[in-house]
């Protein structure tokens, strides 16, 4: 995470994608539901940033609003930029293009990858013809040059018989399989930055590994940045360079990796590292250690749900759940405060050094 | 989808070969017609008028003597003609609007309005009142059909394209910057295919079912040219002396849509994963 005090709207500091107080919300019949409020991060080339947070905390509405991909037809609105500096050096704000431009980015230069390989793929068509797509739609290969070029993906995916597997179809392959397809599918042309929604929720922990490990690889071979969005954060230890954590649709903290996991600023964050099996097990021996063998071990939760979307609570949405609440917590909704070190909670008890954002 | 294959799955179902094996023939004898018999359709001999069947005519006559097995396969070309040019027409539009109302939930309204409307009315009297008006011959036979069967189609296409669209790999494939219009081409349309394909053989049979009903009433065909359906309404009322005549033309038309009906059953076990199980 770098930080940004200045606001000068077009220097986005030699980050490849700069995303600054985005905001989407969704009109429905109860009301306007704020998916997205004020979320800003930033990925940097080469690396990979990681957007953390348990189900319906926005992470998924943030790209798909960075895509543009959000359903046309839900009355949806969004406000903020989403700074993207492309290939050639210039610096475009993703949210103002003209969709014929936005399509032109979509898959070549941006490209995206889903959660549920099962079924991301066109049951239809053969998984070499579905990567051939993308290539000639952007790359303008021809037919035959572009299933060439598929091959080559495959094989570089770690696809065995990459030269018959191009002509199958997806219901042929494994899940494994399938998101290695996906990945193949856009890594393509070659995209400069890669928004994986979480990749391998839907898979054995053993593939997980694996599709994890080839995404690295892929990475440190193209220099492409990532974001990275997920709710495990033992993949974010490994993979990511920096975290952003979002809780109700808004970001409660951002840092460098090693930075959060040994030291989680935001109640919220610590939360969900305590509820890590590892940190229990951590926990439990010096406690025994302590106090003599105590009963069965329990994994720690955080208590208490989400707060309903339409009805927040009138402070921190955190609040209700938090064990460190103070009665300031319930009066207003905390700002981002930044410290010297880069790094930002949106906690009134963490110190405030500089300035507060929003 | 490998159709060899899925056709040998269809085909286990002994019913279902019956079917398409009497569908071959019926193509066949219409197509090959010339070969199958010597006798003109239109040939009259009256001395020959109501003969029953025999070794010279193998259906029998009719009230002018016209050969049976002739008018029969002549016949057919005109019928299945008529039917497969209403199913095509049907499924052509039907799909183009189908695809617009589902995929796009702005035009929807508007599009399963009418299309509700038109289904309103009783299919066979919306074409009787079309025939009326335009006037009988082969073409507007056909083009009442095609405006009878349509909606049919739209709201079926609609329906499919409502699920398809909410699927993963349309968003994927809007994620790699496919446009709308190809996403609607290449990604859904492919999809709606086993729908579409029972909806036309359905469609089919009951278009020759509405073409001999048309037909029959008087608003169909001309008389002169020979269908099944001018068949059986040009000799009905010597149906008492020679059951024949209006016998074949019938079991013509049975057979043909049974058939249909029967291959579009085993074409929606075959594609429907719920019964994939009972197969």
Not at chain 2, 80 to 97: E, K, M, P, Q, R
Request: overall charge positive; aromatic content about 6%; charged content about 15%.
């Amino acid at each position: 995470m770098t930080t940004r005090s200045s606001s000068s709207p077009e220097s986005s500091l030699g980050l490849r994608l700069d995303v600054r107080h985005l905001s989407t919300s969704f009109t429905t019949d109860e009301g306007v539901i704020p998916s997205v409020a004020d979320v800003s991060f930033s990925i940097r080339p080469g690396k990979t940033t990681a957007l953390v947070g348990e189900s319906g905390s926005g992470k998924s509405v943030t790209s798909l609003t960075l895509m543009r991909l959000l359903p046309r037809t839900a009355a949806t609105q969004v406000a903020g930029q989403a700074l993207y500096t492309n290939a050639k050096g210039d610096t475009v704000d993703l949210l103002q293009l003209p969709e014929a431009a936005m399509r032109a980015i979509r898959g070549n230069e941006i490209a995206m990858i889903f959660q549920e390989p099962m079924t991301s793929l066109n049951p239809v068509f053969t998984i070499g013809e579905q990567i051939a797509e993308s290539l000639r739609l952007h790359k303008k290969l021809d037919r035959a040059a572009a299933l060439a070029e598929a091959r080559r993906m495959l094989e570089l995916v770690e696809i065995p018989a990459a030269a018959q597997r191009v002509g199958e179809y997806p219901h042929q392959l494994s899940g494994g399989m399938r998101q290695r397809v996906m990945i193949a599918l856009a890594m393509a042309c070659g995209p400069r930055l890669l928004i994986a929604d979480e990749p391998t929720t839907a898979l054995d922990v053993t593939i997980q590994a694996q599709i994890l490990q080839l995404m690295g690889r892929l990475q440190t071979e193209t220099g492409m940045s990532m974001l990275f969005i997920t709710h495990n954060l033992g993949v974010v230890a490994h993979h990511a360079d920096d975290v952003a954590v979002m809780y109700s649709g808004r970001i409660v903290e951002s840092a460098p990796v090693r930075g959060l996991f040994a030291q989680p600023r935001h109640p919220y964050t610590q939360g969900l590292l305590a509820c890590l099996p590892s940190q229990q097990r951590k926990r439990a021996a010096s406690n025994e250690a302590r106090e003599g063998p105590i009963g069965p071990r329990r994994l720690f939760a955080i208590r208490g749900q989400v707060s309903s979307p339409l009805s927040p609570p009138p402070g921190c949405a955190f609040e209700p759940r938090c064990d460190q609440a103070i009665s300031g917590c319930q009066s207003a909704m905390p700002g981002l405060r930044l410290d010297d070190d880069g790094r930002s909670a949106r906690c009134i008890l963490t110190p405030q050094s500089v300035s507060e954002v929003s | 989808m490998k159709l060899p294959l899925s056709l040998k799955k269809m085909f286990r179902r002994r019913i279902v070969l019956v079917a398409a094996v009497c569908l071959l023939v019926v193509v066949l004898v219409s197509l090959f017609a010339h070969v199958v018999t010597a006798y003109d359709p239109n040939d009259t001999a009256v001395s020959e008028r109501l003969s029953r069947p025999s070794a010279a005519h193998i259906l029998g006559t009719d009230e002018l003597g016209r050969d049976l097995l002739a008018r029969i396969a002549f016949g057919g070309r005109y019928s299945l003609t008529i039917a497969a040019l209403a199913a095509t027409g049907s499924i052509v539009i039907g799909t183009l609007f189908g695809l617009v109302a589902g995929f796009f939930r702005r035009l929807d309204a508007p599009i399963s309005r009418v299309v509700d409307a038109m289904m309103s009315f009783p299919d066979i009297l919306l074409a009787i009142a079309l025939v009326a008006i335009l006037g009988p011959s082969m073409l507007n036979v056909v083009f009442a059909l095609v405006l009878v069967y349509t909606p049919r189609v739209a709201r079926v296409v609609r329906a499919s394209t409502l699920v398809v669209r909410e699927l993963l790999f349309v968003e994927a494939a809007r994620a790699v910057g496919v446009s709308t219009f190809r996403i609607l081409w290449r990604h859904i349309l492919p999809n709606l295919m086993s729908p579409i394909l029972v909806q036309a053989s359905f469609i089919f049979a009951y278009a020759i079912l509405a073409e001999a009903a048309l037909s029959f009433l008087g608003v169909g065909v001309p008389p002169d040219i020979p269908t099944w359906g001018t068949m059986v309404a040009g000799s009905q009322q010597y149906a008492h002396q020679a059951l024949w005549i209006v016998l074949f033309p019938g079991v013509a038309i049975i057979i043909t849509a049974l058939s249909l009906q029967l291959l579009g059953d085993g074409i929606r076990d075959l594609l429907d994963p719920r019964l994939k199980k009972s197969m």
